[in-house]
């Protein structure tokens, strides 16, 4: 696929907050057969499902570390989610808004070829007031069914999505599917638009911007209804998937700290950013080799948890998932999933 063009905007990151991050806990790490298990989510039962970069989503046993493979969508799945039907919901950054059966009737071994016998795949949403889900990235779902997604960027292709952090413009979106079918755009003009979290009685959808470090909040009762307003808009790196925590709290990954060379190219002439992104993708910016969290208080915005650390059998950190006293985390560049107890923090 052509990489793009780009036309960047100046902008002026904040400074980056001075905090020294707590050390990252023993991570127990379960390999996968399958690379890029961006987010995680668990189940009733205990196992926890993800999805890889061949379109499988697998689901781990992580009592004897067994995968099977539930389905095939036959894209890039990205944010996971349960449906109130019992299906799984999936944002598949190729095709769109996904519901799969997860029976386990249908499951198959991994070395099997998962195309017959696995769980049916229905194509929710696909486009919103005629414009195409080009990067379908996380959701959250309310006890009705109405399903809160995010679609990152109008111009950039999933293949291509680094070109809509080093452009700027602006172009995500917060969107939402209501039981009936019908969609809306509920935010635009997002800066890389990912993760996504309702809070525990569904009054306000939070909403990462990766672009710009910060986590939103958009307000769905009362009189400030649809009205977005910044909860933290300096977080220590780029915030991607996002979820809400058994205590109440918003937790981030951080799929890598600050790039310093990002940063001071960005209020320079756009020019400077247009040859970057001509560079070949081994000679551009990389995210550092970094698993990042932080847990954020949805009353007062304050920083609960912040964690950085390295660990050489994952990388870096781009779902997170807090589960009876167990954060479970996904990566965009591993072959394995992990986990900690909340108890070691």
Request: charged share 20%; proline share 10%.
């Amino acid at each position: 696929m052509k990489k793009p063009g780009i036309a960047p905007v100046v902008w002026n990151p904040p400074p980056p907050a001075q905090s020294t991050p707590d050390p990252l806990p023993t991570l127990r790490t379960f390999p996968l057969p399958g690379s890029g298990p961006e987010d995680v989510l668990v189940a009733p039962d205990g196992s926890v499902l993800t999805g890889v970069d061949d379109g499988r989503i697998l689901r781990l046993d992580p009592v004897t570390s067994a995968v099977t493979v539930v389905a095939d969508t036959g894209g890039r799945p990205l944010g996971l989610e349960w449906l109130p039907d019992g299906r799984l919901l999936v944002c598949d950054a190729e095709i769109g808004l996904l519901a799969v059966e997860t029976n386990r009737a249908s499951e198959r071994a991994p070395t099997a070829i998962p195309t017959t016998g696995l769980g049916k795949i229905e194509t929710l949403v696909d486009q919103v007031d005629g414009q195409p889900v080009r990067i379908c990235n996380n959701a959250s779902v309310a006890a009705d069914g109405t399903i809160w997604f995010t679609d990152s960027s109008a111009r950039f292709d999933f293949a291509h999505w680094k070109g809509d952090l080093i452009e700027h413009r602006g172009t995500g979106r917060l969107l939402r599917r209501d039981p009936d079918g019908s969609t809306a755009i509920v935010c635009a003009g997002l800066q890389f638009a990912n993760g996504v979290a309702l809070n525990a009685d569904s009054s306000a959808v939070y909403v990462a911007e990766t672009g710009s470090y910060a986590l939103q909040r958009v307000d769905l009762t009362g009189s400030s209804a649809g009205i977005r307003k910044p909860v933290a808009e300096n977080l220590p790196g780029f915030p991607d998937n996002v979820s809400l925590g058994d205590g109440g709290l918003i937790w981030v990954a951080i799929a890598s700290p600050r790039n310093p060379i990002i940063d001071r190219l960005s209020p320079l002439p756009p020019m400077l950013r247009r040859a970057v992104w001509a560079l070949p993708a081994k000679a551009q910016p990389k995210p550092a080799f970094e698993v990042g969290l932080v847990a954020i208080d949805p009353v007062d915005g304050s920083i609960v948890h912040n964690i950085a650390g390295q660990n050489p059998e994952f990388g870096v950190s781009t779902g997170v998932r807090e589960h009876n006293g167990t954060v479970w985390l996904g990566s965009l560049s591993a072959n394995s999933i992990a986990s900690f107890d909340l108890a070691d923090l």
